[in-house]
Each structure stands twice: as C-alpha cells, then as structure tokens.
C-alpha cells in the first residue's frame, strides 16, 4: 500500500528556515517523480514544487530561490527545504506522488499525505 | 501561467441529484486536466485524470469530459459522502495550477 507521511511543520518566525520531510511506503521515491502542493488557510491548492525521477527540479515562481526539493533515499523520503520564510508562506503542505502515463504524457497527482502546517509568523 | 477557472464557486444539491462542475483554462491544454475531491481536514483525493479516466477505486457516478479548454466533472446521484470541494488541475506545462475550486454541500 502507498503511504505517505509528511512531517516539520510548525511555528516559525518570518525569516527562518524550516525543513520538511515525507517519508514514503510501497514504493520508492527516488524512482518517481514527486511533487509538494500547498493550501494557505481557508483557500485553494497551490503546486509548490516537482522532481523528476532523473532529479530535475521545479518551483513555482513565488517559492523559486528559497524553497529546494530533493529526495534522501536512505529515509525514502522527499525533502523540502524552505529558507527566507515569509508570512505568505503559512500553509498546509502536501507532499504527492506524480504518476505519468506514457501514452500523451498525462501526468497527475495519485497520492497525497495527510499534510503538515507551517505558520509563518512573529 | 494557464489559468483555471472552475464554475459555480459553490452549489447546493439533494443526494440523489445529478451535478456538472464546470472548468476552463486560459488556452488550450489538450486533455492535460484532473480533478480532486477535498473533505475538510484532509488532502485531497484524485478522481479523473488525463480528463476523463477514471481513478482505479473511484465510483463510477463520477464521470469527465472535455478537451482543449473546457472540461467538466459530471457526478450523478449525489450521495451523502460526495459533499465536499472539487478542484480540476492542468498538468499541461509548469507551473501546474488548480482551479479555485467549487464546494458542493448539502440543499
């Protein structure tokens, strides 16, 4: 069975760093391609970040510079290291498995965690 | 960025009621477009993808269509545990973006 649990949340001050991890179970992180979503408070779902399984990374452009997606594959776990936080940052954030289907490269979230909050705030 | 743009933001229905959430991207993104179901508290859940596959697991009342802009989620005969926020997502090129979403709760 495919699990997820994502985990580092918590209260940090505008400035600081956080690092969140999501540990993985029936299957392997470093040979998928994973993503991290977000969900401010109240409001809608916001892609975040996506490696690929050849270690690619992408961020969406308000995170570009300051947030860095890796995978550690002794833990089996994607990493999302966040620097610089800002107020706008506070969330629920979500790791995902990316699953790709080859025929027109449709590409699709098929597994989420349970979600870990950051609060941004001082 | 393609934008996604889902339509009603809310409705209100009966269980046994058939319902269309409505969804449009600022250009064509082929058939690069799922849909996701939140309940509150927990992550979201995929439904379709590729626009109109149906996840392994998923009730057959839940159906999608569409291609190149338009796409719609289709559920019939509501019940009780599909009321909840449903949002489509473009996969078509980065940054993916989801619609702002459309919460389906009880008449």
């Known amino acids: 069975e495919v699990q997820l649990v994502e985990t580092g949340g918590g209260l940090i001050q505008p400035g600081g760093s956080l690092r969140l991890s999501c540990e993985a179970s029936?299957?392997?992180?470093?040979?998928?391609?994973m993503s991290w979503v977000r969900q401010a408070p109240g409001k809608g779902l916001e892609w975040v970040s996506f490696t690929d399984s050849g270690g690619s990374t992408y961020y969406a452009d308000s995170v570009k510079g300051r947030f860095t997606i890796s995978s550690d594959r002794s833990k089996n776990a994607l990493d999302l290291h966040m620097n610089s936080l800002r107020v706008e940052d506070t969330a629920v954030y979500y790791c995902a498995r990316v699953r790709v289907l080859m025929t027109g490269l449709y590409r699709y979230l098929d597994s989420w965690g349970q979600g870990t909050l950051v609060i941004v705030a001082s | 960025d393609i934008q996604m743009t889902q339509s009603p933001s809310s409705l209100s229905a009966s269980v046994g009621d058939g319902v269309n959430v409505t969804c449009r991207a600022s250009?064509?993104?082929?058939?690069?477009l799922n849909w996701y179901q939140q309940k509150p508290g927990k992550a979201p859940k995929l439904l379709i993808y590729a626009a109109s596959t149906l996840q392994s697991g998923v009730p057959s009342r839940f159906s999608g269509s569409g291609s190149g802009a338009d796409f719609t989620l289709t559920i019939t005969s509501l019940q009780p545990e599909d009321f909840a926020t449903y949002y489509c997502?473009?996969?078509?090129?980065?940054?993916?973006?989801f619609g702002q979403g459309t919460k389906v709760d009880i008449k």
């Open positions: 029936g299957f392997r992180v470093n040979t998928n391609y």
């Open positions: 997502q473009h996969s078509s090129s980065l940054p993916w973006t």
């Open positions: 250009q064509s993104i082929s058939r690069h």
